[in-house]
């Protein structure tokens, strides 16, 4: 065969191989979508959007019918109070930070109250306003005391069951009109300002599933909740309960009311033989009934996790669990001691509630059944009401509400305080404004981690799939992001709700699709390990094929430059 038809054959062989290689590796590519990783490092850095929380406080000053409010029978100077009230309330709880990364303006509107002679009820002066049906949006009312007050308190505090708060003053003066309505403002908003503070600026972006320690769930849109009644012996005692009156008089309100931030979903169920993981132990009093007892160390292992089923197949949402137990006759009665006294054992004294918390779970309480019961024992609607009201303080604390009398006790040294009669609910309104603003701060900054996390994921896997309804649910994400910092700065509490649940649900969507991890564990290095054995054995003689006709071509060229000369 002539050298120049075999290096013509070489050649073709090559230019196969040459034309193939890019076609294989394009067919063996994983593909990966562009996330936007600009703009999740601008939201990461904080410099997307400046999140800002602002509060409006109306404060009506009291005047006599028609009247202007006076002081010392002159006129009082609105825009001056209100300046000084605003310095006042920004001075107290401003942050030693450098750098805020969360605003919270406030707004105070100083406004006329007419109010008549007869002072003895002044809730009854107060009249419905539009700022009492909007989140983070108070009338303050204030009025001097009389007839001459009998409490040396500077002042009488008394909160509504809405957004309102009346205030009468034992000295009728600008100053004390002014120190009494930064008190009361930096009282309702300084433990609100300080939880979202410690979410929202938490540098290392850290998911921030807790609003108060380690107690509180993770935020859901949807909870399941599960009440067990657990019968520690059925040999001897049956159990029934009247659970679904129970929840329809004593819970359906107070959910009804949280339904802003999350909806709940309840179930219930009896299990028998429900043995604890713990021994108890014994108390034996002199002239004293003895019982058995639990210590704060061992109610950690209360939950028999191996034989008391509580995981809900119902649906995916996260569980809160709500436990009756009912001991068995050997171990009754069962209480639970404080930790108070742990070197003296005769100090401890048991827990009136005979109920704990445990954070992130749910509630359990212990009902010691009568001696005297034998063969069934029932709990009707009324039996359950005390062990309701305690389930209902557990899930308050569950799902991050903070009792008001102690967001309020702050003023307690210099102010007399009054709360209205707890509604049914059992959350009030500006409890509830608290735990919103809480929950916007935390979907937005888990939203942030989520979508950080992932894209640090896909830059550190180049083999990671990334398809096109990733890239969407991403963008989507951050633009709901963007809503709800754009509603936040408008006041508007619910938009903001609303678009950081949808920017949470889509960064987990995405973080948590199925179609990222396919490829996880199929890196180049497995690539190469698969086809090299195929294209070495073929590659080789191609390759020493190419190296002796070049010997080749080099050895005429030599010949011919030899006969030249």
């Not at 590519?29 to 936007?36: E, F, G, S």
């Not at 069951?161 to 003066?173: A, C, G, K, Q």
């Not at 120190?179 to 908003?189: C, L, N, P």
Request: a negative charge; one cysteine or more; charged letters at 20%.
């Amino acid at each position: 065969m002539p050298d120049s038809t075999k290096r013509l054959v070489i050649a073709s062989v090559w230019a196969v191989v040459l034309l193939g290689l890019p076609l294989w590796w394009k067919t063996t590519a994983v593909y990966r979508a562009q996330l936007p990783f600009s703009q999740i490092d601008s939201w990461a850095e904080r410099k997307a959007c400046q999140l800002s929380f602002p509060s409006t406080f109306v404060i009506h000053l009291a005047s006599i019918a028609d009247g202007e409010p006076q002081a010392h029978n002159r006129p009082l100077d609105f825009a001056v109070i209100q300046e000084t009230i605003t310095s006042n309330v920004n001075n107290r709880l401003s942050s030693t930070n450098a750098r805020e990364c969360v605003e919270f303006p406030l707004h105070v509107n100083i406004q006329n109250w007419p109010i008549t002679s007869d002072m003895s009820n002044l809730l009854r002066h107060t009249e419905p306003s539009n700022s009492k049906q909007v989140i983070s949006k108070y009338d303050i009312f204030i009025a001097p005391q009389l007839p001459a007050p009998t409490t040396s308190k500077l002042a009488h505090v008394q909160l509504g069951d809405d957004r309102s708060i009346v205030v009468t003053l034992r000295e009728w003066t600008t100053s004390d009109i002014e120190e009494a309505s930064s008190a009361v403002i930096a009282a309702i908003v300084k433990g609100e300002r300080e939880r979202v503070r410690s979410i929202a600026c938490d540098s290392e972006l850290t998911e921030r599933s807790n609003l108060d320690g380690a107690r509180t769930m993770k935020f859901s849109p949807t909870y399941q909740m599960t009440f067990s009644l657990m019968n520690g012996n059925p040999d001897s005692l049956q159990v029934d309960w009247d659970i679904e009156a129970a929840v329809n008089t004593y819970l359906k309100p107070f959910i009804s009311e949280v339904s802003l931030v999350s909806n709940f979903t309840v179930d219930s169920q009896i299990q028998h033989y429900a043995d604890l993981a713990v021994t108890p132990q014994f108390m034996e009093r002199e002239k004293l009934p003895s019982y058995y007892y639990l210590t704060p160390q061992t109610l950690p292992h209360f939950i028999n996790s191996a034989e008391w089923n509580l995981a809900s197949t119902i649906s995916s949402y996260p569980t809160i669990n709500f436990i009756l137990y009912i001991p068995a006759a050997d171990k009754t009665p069962l209480r639970i001691h404080d930790d108070k006294g742990e070197s003296v054992l005769c100090e401890r004294q048991p827990l009136r509630s005979n109920a704990f918390l445990i954070p992130r779970w749910g509630g359990i309480a212990i009902k010691n059944p009568p001696k005297t019961a034998s063969g069934k024992l029932e709990f009707s609607k009324e039996d359950l009401k005390p062990f309701m009201e305690i389930f209902v303080a557990q899930l308050r604390g569950l799902i991050g509400i903070h009792d008001l009398k102690k967001t309020m006790s702050s003023l307690e040294s210099s102010y007399e305080i009054s709360l209205a009669p707890t509604p049914q609910t059992a959350v009030t309104v500006i409890e509830m404004d608290a735990v919103v603003k809480q929950r916007i701060a935390e979907n937005v900054v888990n939203s942030i981690a989520t979508l950080k996390s992932l894209a640090q994921l896909v830059m550190d896997i180049p083999n990671m799939v990334v398809l096109d309804h990733i890239r969407t649910e991403v963008q989507l994400s951050l633009d709901s992001l963007n809503q709800a910092c754009q509603a936040l700065q408008q006041e508007d509490y619910l938009k903001a709700l609303q678009h950081s649940i949808h920017a949470i649900e889509r960064s987990e969507k995405a973080f948590f699709d199925p179609t990222m991890v396919s490829m996880l564990y199929f890196p180049d290095e497995h690539k190469y390990a698969i086809y090299m054995p195929l294209f070495v054995p073929v590659s080789v003689p191609l390759i020493m094929a190419v190296i002796k006709q070049l010997k080749e071509y080099k050895k005429e060229k030599r010949e011919q430059k030899i006969k030249a000369e």
